[in-house]
């Protein structure tokens, strides 16, 4: 057995995979040497013996599981082809019964080779992670393993270093490749306080790096943990065929058995030819080729999309992508950047300073883009903040707390009386696209800030992408009409749903679901997760970082890029239709050779070649095509 590095299982002496390969090797002499022996020397039955030497050895594990489950009467494929293969055998027909089950387990081999090379190309993204880190303990700076490094020590990284663990930068600045993570190789500038993660490249500069995650809970390994799920989730076929399998193959042992009986029987069709037929037609009925043309399709593009830092979590999800026909996007940090600016702030009866103050110190507590916002612009004109008591957070439409004992709103319209002095500048400065909050008691505003936020960049290609694909595009947002209206416009969305709660947006998506079937919902902040729990398909974007949005997703997009979608409707439609070709060849191709079986064109060798290895390779060759761009 031939002991492989990589591979623990063969270190300790019982991997599957290299016997396999040992095995088919030996068959793989065995079987043109029984041929040469049978056909061509007058030995005839030596040639026999190795042929059916051959077929036992490549055929050890059809074989064992088609006679355990005759024994017990019941029906899979492995029974088709163990009947077939005794049939070519006892019709003294030996090169065709090695045959049979020599190229099936090519076929099996071939699908195994896919499965591990998609799973090998996503576990290959851990290596990129270094084994080491250099640590500061105390004066010394020194490299230990990376598993010795604890949450919250410091790790040195050099321009030219890949980082070792994820944490935040202490010191330093740098741009970083974070395209094993991302997909994205455009380099991302870090200054102290933003994240870096393991596996991600620093180019230039010199980093200190506070480590805030052990070596499994890093990003990477989380989205190699992911992906492998989801590829294994798909790639063992058994369910789905055991139970197909159970009516299926009964049905067609019967249908070879009256084809071997009434043609002899009606037409005189002498009983040997009839029952090689027979043959043919249970070797053509194995719906192997057809079961894994779908799944290697699904590992295909949930491996390509994962080397593009989207991170797809399950075959339904793949495919739902393509299949729906509505998207509903989030505005703020979705379509927007996010990243608001105050552009003005309006006092009545207090100074300017004090709406500011006041609402920064209520803001500070808030994680909201809107409280960044208020923050800054606080932090720019040097306010000094209150002290506030009784803090809370009313999702999705402000926040509340207590000021020297006065208790404190700061939000949209819907947290306060309907009229009152400043309506006036709330409609004027609303009617300029900008996103009004109001500060105030229960009883009286005193002031409001105006703040606005830019478009993505790509949302409006995005959009008219998907709108050319035929998706209905859609907005819903937490923000006033016009605002939503206004940046629906300007993107090219075409419906804007506005002054949505969280819930109000799962009550929409529900009704979208009703209405269009299915629905993919892309959002990003933590008050869009119901929403996205609830859509057929959630998209979290700009992920990387946040752990909540990568586990509850079924589809993260690690870099804040609205491309992206497109790009994975692109990959879904593709996998879908390369999934519906291997479905519709595997078909045609078997119904063709069971019609050229039945009036004696086909060998049981070629049933095999053509109907079933052929048709696995032809599914998995196809299917990597999904991997390419552009084709
Ligand atoms: P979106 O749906 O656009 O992502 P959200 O649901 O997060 O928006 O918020 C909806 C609205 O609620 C905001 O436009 C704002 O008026 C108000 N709001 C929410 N959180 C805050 C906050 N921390 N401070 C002020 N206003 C807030
Ligand atoms: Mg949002």
């Known amino acids: 057995m031939p002991v492989h590095e990589e591979c623990p299982r063969c270190r300790s002496g019982v991997c599957e995979t290299h016997r396999e390969v040992a095995i088919f090797a030996i068959a793989s002499l065995l079987f043109p040497a029984g041929v040469y022996v049978e056909y061509f020397t007058p030995y005839p039955l030596a040639g026999t013996l190795l042929l059916l030497a051959a077929a036992v050895i490549a055929g050890h594990d059809v074989l064992k599981d088609g006679l355990l489950a005759l024994i017990r009467f019941r029906f899979n494929i492995a029974v088709l082809i163990t009947i077939a293969a005794a049939g070519a055998f006892l019709t003294e027909n030996p090169a065709e019964g090695a045959a049979v089950l020599y190229l099936f387990a090519i076929a099996e081999f071939l699908e195994e080779y896919a499965a591990g090379r998609a799973h090998r190309s996503i576990a290959s993204l851990l290596d990129i992670a270094p084994q080491t880190a250099r640590v500061r303990r105390g004066d010394e ?16 990284v050099r321009p030219g270093d890949t980082i070792p663990l994820d944490g935040l930068v202490t ?31 620093n180019l230039d500069g010199y980093l200190e790096v506070r480590v ?73 009925s194995c719906p192997c080729a057809l079961a894994i043309s779908t799944p290697v399709s699904m590992v295909s593009g949930i491996t390509t999309a994962a080397h593009n830092g989207v991170l797809i979590k399950g075959r339904d999800a793949l495919e739902a992508v393509g299949l729906a026909r509505v998207i509903v996007f989030d505005k703020t940090g979705t379509l927007t950047t996010g990243r608001l600016e105050v552009d003005e702030v309006v006092a009545f009866g207090v100074p300017v300073t004090e709406v500011l103050a006041v609402a920064a110190s209520l803001e500070a507590r808030s994680g909201h883009p809107i409280a960044e916002a208020v923050m800054r612009r606080a932090g720019e004109e040097a306010v000094s903040l209150h002290d506030v008591e009784e803090f809370a957070s009313i999702t999705g439409r402000g926040v509340r707390g207590r000021i020297g004992g006065v208790t404190y709103l700061l939000g949209n319209e819907s947290l306060f009386p309907d009229t009152g002095a400043w309506r006036v500048e709330y409609d004027r400065l609303e009617g300029e696209g900008k996103t009004v909050i109001l500060a105030g008691t229960d009883s009286a505003v005193i002031g409001l800030l105006a703040l606005s936020d830019l478009i993505k960049e790509d949302a409006e290609e995005t959009v008219a992408t998907l709108k050319a694909r035929g998706i209905r595009t859609m907005m819903l947002t937490g923000d006033g009409e016009r605002v939503g209206e206004a940046v629906a416009r300007r993107i090219g969305i075409d419906e804007c749903h506005a002054g949505l709660l969280p819930e109000d947006k799962v009550t929409m998506v529900e009704r979208l679901m009703e209405r269009y079937g299915l629905v993919v919902m892309v959002g990003d902040s933590v008050n869009d997760a119901p929403a996205l729990a609830r859509a057929n398909v959630g998209v979290a974007m700009g992920a990387i970082g946040s752990d909540i949005a990568i586990e509850a997703a079924d589809i993260v997009v ?62 998995i060759v196809n299917a990597l095509r999904i991997g390419r761009p552009g084709s």
Do not use: C
């Open 171 to 201: 010191l330093g600045e740098s741009s970083v490749d974070q395209a094993p993570i991302t997909g994205e190789s455009v380099p991302v500038a870090k200054v102290a306080g933003d994240g870096v993660y393991a596996g991600t490249r």
């Open 212 to 284: 805030t995650k052990s070596e499994e809970a890093s990003t990477i390994a989380r989205v190699v943990a992911l992906v492998t799920e989801a590829q294994a989730h798909t790639s063992p076929t058994e369910a789905f065929i055991e139970r197909f399998a159970r009516y299926y193959t009964p049905a067609v042992i019967l249908a070879a058995v009256l084809l071997a009986i009434i043609p002899p029987l009606a037409f005189e069709v002498p009983f040997i030819e009839a029952f090689y037929r027979a043959l043919i037609l249970l070797v053509i």
């Open 141 to 156: 700076e020194v490299v230990v393993p990376v598993s010795e490094v604890t949450v919250g020590e410091t790790v040195i």
């Open 558 to 619: 690690m870099e804040d890029e609205i491309s992206r979608v497109a790009y994975l409707v692109a990959l879904s439609e593709k996998t879908i239709s390369v999934v519906r070709q291997n479905v519709a060849t595997a078909v045609v191709v078997k119904l063709g050779i069971a019609a050229l079986a039945v009036v004696g064109f086909v060998t049981l060798w070629m049933a095999v070649a053509f109907g079933d290895m052929g048709l696995s390779l032809a599914a």
